[in-house]
């Protein structure tokens, strides 16, 4: 039981973080219908601006949380705006071929800086309580907790104002709403900014959990968290939350109670299972148009 | 990318070479190309940087010494130097580019055992003298029945010494009697050691309690570490690599996972304290040499190396140094500018005293016979423990 109940509380830790970036990747493709693949590398930058507050601005945990998340928003939306709003009328493929281009010159960026994988100082205090061989740390708790209070954030934000209507109505029909007055480019670039914004959180979030960092960790992840939006069914808000949960848990309860080596094989052949009973993800609409 | 950083590293060393002449006598030039394949990117750079750190010093004194004589000609060496990312392709392509572009006479590297097998299959067929200083999983100097391979040989001791020596001070040091492995079930020289650990370790009456494996580039082993720490080991055992061991570690200790850990030569470079800080504390590893050894040879090898590049060399470094030497001897025992005269030259060079120990290639094997010692991390530090003879 108490073997249950640890294994839950990893699955917790992993499921938030796959969460958070599949976040980034479910926004964009609601609204444009776009496969961002520059998000993982979008989160590796996270991780590394969370290093650099840490380091050399020896900002707190808070500080830096707020610091990277402005980066990283803003890296978003240059993004957007360098190199996808020129493609926006451009047949679909060649927006994912940029895509594409950018993660991997943010990565070859990165590497070109410093090839070593480099320690994040611990932002946080950890404590390590034991509950009759449970052991809780503190470091978890926050991540979960505030990976959570973020997810419900946005989705207050996306439901209930007025920006998360007109990001709404631009998935709906992006013709039409630009003659309601709704000023499209804004719009977008505020989607950017936001999955930029959880892709660096998630990154300060993974640099507390797993504190050695290397350019190239937002190739994995990031990937992880793109077959976690697409099982939740990638475009909706929910679905992304609720794939990076699935995605982590099946990670880490295969290795719990099957021997660790089939863990991706067992893992992934249940996913796939389950896009067969579901081609469009657990809470995904279906559509004719995909890339 | 990688490009730029092979032409970057390609026009250090050429600087390197070319601004020598500091010391009385001429140095030679650099006519014989040696070709290097090390880990410049990828997973583990810190690697491959020592290792062409430690090259790039070999070569230079064998250059500033006056080069190698043959037939009454001095001839020096001049490296060319690939990046092998750490991947088994690029290892691969690096060593056909070497052997058929750049017709280098011998090769040095890879040094990570995953590389080094795909490489070592290329020179074999080309028949090129490929020494690699690092790689100890065995299928390195093996063909696919098991037979050595002619033109493959080693600077290190290889896994199947190391399992041993990791039984056996987990055994009679640690007193341990029931062991957790966690290892990259992707990466060839962590594997081996884990399995041949397992097979020494309960065939002296020890138990494997737990046999965990992830894949590379995993960051996250709590459920694996869950599950071990459910099995009751009395230690466990971190075949990996520096990237890894510091998560695993820390990990561990998050998850309440107190008992004394062991690692293997994998995790000889400092990189490991400065990633794992506290967490690294106490554990123990299998290493190719010391650099407090008190031996002359490996003294005056630390000092220039320290003088050089301001940072004690790893065992990467050490072993690197040691194989330019043995084949600088090779080539010289040849007497000729061609590959098979080298390769056959290297059983007759006798005992190489080298900075990790004695090297001798008697029986024709490509693997020498050495012992390991363990050291432990204290304070930040790597500290001597024992010396341990295998057999």
């Known amino acids: 039981m108490v073997y249950f109940a640890q294994q839950a509380l990893n699955a917790l830790q992993l499921g938030s973080i796959y969460a958070l970036i599949a976040l980034g990747y479910t926004m964009v493709y609601g609204v444009l219908v776009m496969i961002n693949f520059a998000h993982g590398d979008i989160f590796m930058m996270g991780a590394f601006t969370c290093l650099v507050a840490a380091l050399f601005l020896k900002l707190p945990f808070a500080g830096a949380l707020v610091f990277t998340m402005g980066i990283t928003a803003l890296m978003g939306m240059a993004v957007e705006r360098i190199a996808y709003r020129p493609l926006r009328n451009a047949p679909r493929m060649s927006a994912v071929i940029t895509a594409l281009g950018v993660g991997l010159f943010l990565e070859n960026a990165t590497l070109a800086i410093s090839p070593y994988p480099q320690r994040v100082p611990a932002l946080l205090k950890n404590t390590t309580w034991n509950f009759g061989g449970l052991a809780v740390s503190s470091v978890q708790m926050v991540i979960v907790g505030l990976s959570i209070a973020l997810m419900i954030a946005l989705d207050l934000l996306v439901r209930r104002s007025l920006w998360g209507l007109a990001m709404r109505a631009i998935s709906w029909d992006r013709d039409i709403v630009p003659l309601m007055g709704v000023p499209v480019a804004r719009v977008v670039s505020t989607t950017f900014a936001i999955g930029g914004g959880l892709g660096g959180a998630a990154g300060v979030m993974y640099a507390m959990a797993y504190p050695v960092i290397d350019p190239s960790m937002g190739i994995l992840v990031g990937w992880k968290a793109f077959i976690s939006a697409v099982v939740g069914g990638i475009g909706n808000i929910r679905g992304a939350m609720l794939g990076g949960f699935i995605l982590g848990g099946t990670e880490i309860f295969v290795a719990a109670f099957l021997p660790s080596t089939y863990r991706d094989f067992v893992g992934f052949t249940l996913l796939l299972c389950l896009l067969i009973v579901r081609p469009h993800g657990i809470l995904g609409t279906p559509s004719l148009e995909k890339v | ?391």
């Open chain 2, 1 to 391: 990318m990688n490009m730029l950083i092979r032409k970057i590293s390609l026009a250090v060393v050429a600087a390197g070479v070319l601004a020598l002449p500091s010391c009385g006598k001429k140095p030679a030039s650099p006519d014989i190309k040696i070709g290097l394949i090390a880990e410049l990117t990828g997973d583990i750079p810190a690697v491959g940087t020592s290792c062409r750190n430690a090259a790039k010093m070999a070569v230079d004194e064998i250059n500033n010494a006056g080069g190698i004589l043959i037939d009454g000609k001095k001839h020096g060496l001049g490296l060319v130097v690939e990046d092998s990312s750490a991947k088994a392709d690029q290892a691969a392509a690096a060593a056909q580019k070497l052997i058929n572009q750049d017709e280098v006479l011998a090769i040095i590297g890879p040094n990570a055992s995953l590389g080094a097998i795909p490489a070592a299959q290329i020179a074999e067929s080309a028949k090129v003298l490929l020494i690699t200083p690092w790689s100890t999983n065995p299928k390195t100097t093996l063909d696919n029945d098991g037979n050595p391979k002619k033109y493959v040989v080693r600077a290190c001791f290889t896994d199947s010494l190391q399992g041993k020596v990791l039984a056996k001070f987990a055994k009679e040091y640690m007193h341990a009697s029931k062991a957790g492995v966690l290892y990259d079930v992707a990466s060839e020289a962590p594997k081996g050691q884990a399995e041949l650990f397992k097979k020494d370790f309960e065939a002296d009456g020890g138990k494997v309690v737990a046999f965990e494996t992830y894949t590379t580039g995993d960051k996250d082993f709590s459920a694996q570490l869950t599950k071990i720490k459910a099995a009751g080991p009395d230690i466990v055992l971190l075949p990996s690599y520096y990237s890894d061991v510091p998560l695993q570690l820390q990990q561990a200790h998050r998850l309440g996972l107190t008992v004394p850990f062991l690692g293997s030569d994998t995790w000889s470079s400092p990189e490991i304290i400065k990633l794992a800080g506290a967490d690294a504390e106490g554990a123990y590893f299998c290493n190719h040499y010391s650099p407090s050894a008190k031996n002359e040879i490996t003294g005056r090898f630390v000092v220039s190396y320290k003088k050089l590049y301001g940072q004690e060399p790893d065992d990467v470094a050490a072993l690197t140094y040691d194989s330019f030497n043995v084949l600088r001897k090779a080539i010289a025992a040849g007497g000729k500018l061609d590959r098979q005269s080298v390769r056959d030259a290297l059983s007759k060079i006798g005992v190489h005293e080298g900075v990790t120990g004695k090297i001798s290639y008697p029986s024709g094997s490509g693997d020498p016979v050495k012992g390991a010692v363990m050291m432990q991390v204290k304070d930040g530090k790597f500290l001597w423990i024992t010396n341990v003879d295998p057999m």
